[in-house]
Every structure is written in C-alpha cells, then in structure tokens.
C-alpha cells in the first residue's frame, strides 16, 4: 500500500472550516483514499473515502487532485467535537488490513 | 443493527496470566481485523480472519498471540503469559465480503479493549 504524508498538526478556529491534506504521491491506479479519525482512544471512525472525484457525505468533503497524488478532507464547519487525530490511508479495495500513519492532531478552538 | 461490539472494554492482568479479548462483528459481516495501539502511537495491524480461516498474520507477534474466529461466536484475540509491554488498546473491526457493500472496502470499528498488564 502507498505510503501517506500529513503535518503532524493543525489547529482551527470553531465555526471555520478545516483543510486536511494529505500526500499520496506513490498511489497506484487501483488504490482508493480513505479517511478515519480517532477520537480521544476510541475507535477509529470512518469519514469518507474516493479514488478519482471529489466525494462529499454528511461529514465532510474530500478534494483529490487530477494526477491522485494528494488530496484534502474538509470539514465545512468545525466544532470543538471534531478534535480527534486524523488519518489519510492509501489502499485498495478488496480484504486487506488499512495501514495506519501517525495522522495529523487537529485540534478546534473555540 | 449494532455496532461492533468489543469485551471486555478494561482488562487488568498480572504479568504471566492469560488475557482473552472478545469481538461480535456486526451483523452480516464476515471478516474481521485487529489491531493494536500502544500509548501515544497509531493503530498497528496484527491479524485477518475470516469465518474458520486466519487469512494475514502477518502483524502477529510470534509468540503468545493467537487468534481465532470460529463459525460460530465472536472473534477471540488470546495472549498468554502476559509481559508489561502488551498493554495497550486492542481495537476490532469487521467488514462485510469485498465486493459486496457499498462502501466497499470500508472497516467499522469497536470501541477496543484497553488492557493494563501489572
């Protein structure tokens, strides 16, 4: 599975919007982008996940570039609950285990 | 329809005891992951299992650790001989056949199993 690279970091004020990214520039044509946070030790969440468009659920937006080698998570409106660790992970689709990175701590302020 | 569910949440074991952690997939799914989180590190991978069949043990210790997931009843994560580095958060999760969800590929995971090792 293709390596991921995130700022270790992030801050964002309550209420503003929240610009994750995430590079993936060894991804390969079969490799979907998945996103998960963890909130304080519990169990990581399922956020939203694409492979070439732009996806967007009732969590957030995901932006992946032309060439699939970055890619953004927003969070249109952030409150102080989405303070959590945020993890990209590159991977295809069938059966295998998700390859998780140190992530990036985003911490909104209020 | 529930969740996956994890048992114990909190496990205190003394050093060379026996820990076994429980996991209920959700319903319908067929597969199921463990994972391991030691404090103030990410989620590391142990170990797939399908109905009956261990498909990557790939991220398992060698020795102490197995797991099983029979037809019937939960996933059952086992470490013998517990030494003080085993505690950790042991988190479980499950997926549905590839191929067959509409999101696919996606794992849900249970609220894990927090286990102190004296």
């Known amino acids: 599975d293709a390596k991921t690279t995130q700022p270790t970091s992030m801050d964002c004020a309550e209420g503003r919007a929240a610009n994750l990214p995430c590079n993936h520039s060894t991804i390969s044509g079969n490799e979907y982008v998945y996103w998960y946070r963890q909130i304080h030790s519990q169990g990581p969440q399922y956020i939203i996940h694409?492979?070439?468009n732009n996806e967007t659920n009732e969590m957030a937006s995901l932006i992946i570039t032309e060439d699939r080698k970055s890619s953004t998570l927003i969070l249109p409106h952030a409150t102080l609950r989405d303070t959590a660790v945020y993890y990209c992970i590159v991977r295809s689709n069938y059966g295998q285990n998700f390859v998780f990175g140190p992530g990036t701590r985003l911490s909104v302020l209020p | 329809n529930a969740g996956v569910m994890q048992n114990p949440r909190h496990l205190v074991r003394r050093r060379g005891q026996e820990a076994r952690l429980r996991c209920s997939p959700m319903k319908g799914h067929s597969h199921v992951y463990w994972y391991r989180q030691l404090p103030e590190e990410g989620l590391k991978f142990m170990v797939y299992?399908?109905?009956?069949?261990?498909?990557?043990e790939s991220g398992m210790p060698k020795e102490r650790f197995s797991a099983e997931f029979p037809k019937e009843g939960p996933s059952i994560l086992r470490i013998q001989q517990v030494v003080r580095g085993d505690s950790a958060a042991y988190f479980c999760?499950?997926?549905?056949?590839?191929?067959?969800?509409?999101?696919?590929?996606?794992?849900?995971f249970g609220p894990g199993t927090r286990l102190t090792v004296l």
């Open positions: 299992l399908q109905k009956e069949n261990i498909i990557d």
């Open positions: 694409g492979l070439k």
């Open positions: 999760a499950s997926s549905p056949q590839p191929g067959t969800s509409g999101r696919a590929g996606e794992q849900f």
